[in-house]
């Protein structure tokens, strides 16, 4: 078992994302770090110019994804605060027990911005970095000011480039993530399954989030939020017929599997087709209308499908969800072409106080040794803390690397932690060796070449930073090199041995201290899976709600409610694979993780296919006194085991025999519409379903705790 989850963390090393290989910005922030340094050789001020480059490279970091709005927020954040940490850095750097304990500060600080965001973390990161390379310099206060305003106009500069490459740039970051909703959904259409619903929901979330915090036209921004809620309703007749193509017991007989699976296969290529136009129909470009005829036509197609099944037995209810599909698709061509289409929903964004607000909150939330946020910060700073003071305590030139080192590697869970020190040694002796290759094999006195290395550098390590760490390593270590070659005139062999032997140590620490003080996902997955059982519990409510009010429900609030499921779900997966990459066996087994993965999915699958009943009209009678009571049973079924995992470390301590488990009423009910399973209708059998898949869950994973003493202690 161990050896399987390490070599999968080994795996990760050398694991590649290509859609996550940032051309345009890495080439965007290229020339944000190339001309301070022209300018710099222009003018005879090179070290300036250099001074400038790395305040833009900072920056460029900060501006590396997300929407233009989110983009500049962060970018002049990462400004500000990259400013005052050089400023600080400076001026500590004449005291030795000073700058152990700024360094050990901002380091702390940096772990806990992880709170508020994932950029603002790395903002942190890189901050800290600068302060510990500027402090090996102190300078008095004119000094320090003049480096301080160097470093802010680095970053203003990047930030007006960022600015004028996105008025050019052919679609926005908002564009390309409705696309992708669209690509997903293609996807699953042609082929539905576990990971493609999950994919789909990641896209959905993404999309929505970056809508939400957009200043893109109105215009613009109002037709790919109509993208968007067009591609949520579809999705839930698209889950309906996937159902049905599947085999499902509770939609056996109602529908033909064949004849739903080969509807699907043929409304994949019309969502890919949207996923490819979306920037045109945002920008209501003419090139736009072939696709809006085409979505005419699937429509009408669809339309005549449906009617020629109606009356034909097993293709009539398939039939109702082909009819849903083509008036969706119909409603969003006509809510595309129409020039006074409905407003989009309210901005609804929060003021620059609430959002201080906000970040206030999550900071609080976070200061207690229960957060593992709280719990990084403080590793963090006690990593920098003790690698700052050996680099100032050695007589080591090159010791800085340590907390450097250090800073870098350390993260929240072991499975980064891990994988990035691999990676980042590795990437570090990479870099080591081909910068000093590079500078002892050029000789460069007017400092153009090395000028010409830190912009391809810099390039590439924003074009990889987050496509493979290791390769992110290597160019950002060279860039480094070549950097600090300008102030350090060494010789470049014992140069490069320091640093390989001063990276090794850093990385050492790192785990060192991650190890004596972690923090095991498998600690947090019970928390994670729980909400996961409780999103379900509030979306299964939501739709039986749309009964109890005579399928006049609230659309917002079930979309709410949906976005929640995908949000929860998304996270408790997220936390299971850390978990089954850990070198820990988790009290846990992953088999029980796993199924209660999948049992939430076939438990939200159903949802959504009863939800689109509700909204094809065919949902108007209220529950029977039987529905009723097997639904209140679910209810209660999936609280208790909401509170199962939020109680226990260990395994669940669900028994099928339990009051709960075996109450006659409910069986009773149960029984007999099973009996009379061929009179029912959907709604009847969806309920069915819902009720096995909870008991199926709580046998299985009973089963899977009563035999782990056993099936543990071969491993």
Known sequence: MIRR??????????????????????????????VPLVWGLQSGHLLSGIGVAVGALVAGFAGNAG???????????????MSVTTFVGALAGHLAWLIVAVAALSAWLAGMMLAISQPSGQVGLLATNALILISTSPEPL??????????????????ALMLAVDLVRPQSAEAQSVSNVYRKLGAYAASPSRQTDLDLAASLVEASDLLRDSYMPKRHRSRLVRLLDGAEQVRMYVVALAEIARGRSYAQELGDAAFAREILRQCAPIFSALGEHVWLIAQGDKRAQPLMYILERASFELSAIAQS???VRRKEETAAHIEAVARSLMALRDDLVQSDARASRPEGLPSPASKIKQAWQALKSHLTWDSAIFRHAIRVAVAVGVGEALAVASPWPHAYWVPLTANIILRPDFTSTFTRGIARVLGTMAGLVLATALL??????????????IVVFGSLMYMWVTYNYALFSCVLTALMVVLLSVFERQAAIPTMADRMLATLVGSALAIAIYLMWPTWQHQQVNRALAQAVERERDYFRGVLGVFAEGGKGSPRRLARERQAVRVSRTNAAAAVRQVLAEPVAPPMSAHTMVAILVGMHRFSDTLLSLEAYTWEGRAARPLTQGEQAIAAWVDRALS?????????????????????WRERSVLVHVEAMEMNWRDLDVIARAVVRLYH???????????MAADAPQAASPE
Do not use: K
């Open 67 to 81: 929407t233009a709005r989110r983009r500049l927020r962060t970018m002049l954040f990462a400004t500000a605060w």
């Open 5 to 34: 989850r390490t070599w999968r963390s080994l795996h990760s090393v050398i694991e590649r994302d290509r859609s996550s290989l940032r051309v345009l910005p890495g080439l965007r922030n290229g020339v944000g770090i190339l």
């Open 309 to 311: 099944a109606q009356g």
């Open 142 to 159: 004119p000094g320090a000011l003049y480096r301080a305003c160097l470093v802010a106009c680095g970053g203003l500069l990047q930030t």
């Open 693 to 703: 898949v909870i008991r199926t869950l709580a046998r299985v994973t009973h089963e």
């Open 440 to 453: 002892a094999a050029v000789p460069d006195r007017t400092g153009i070449f090395a000028s010409a290395c």
């Open 640 to 660: 208790s085991l909401a509170e199962e995992l939020r109680g226990g470390a260990g395994e669940l301590a669900i028994d099928p025999s339990g009051e709960l």
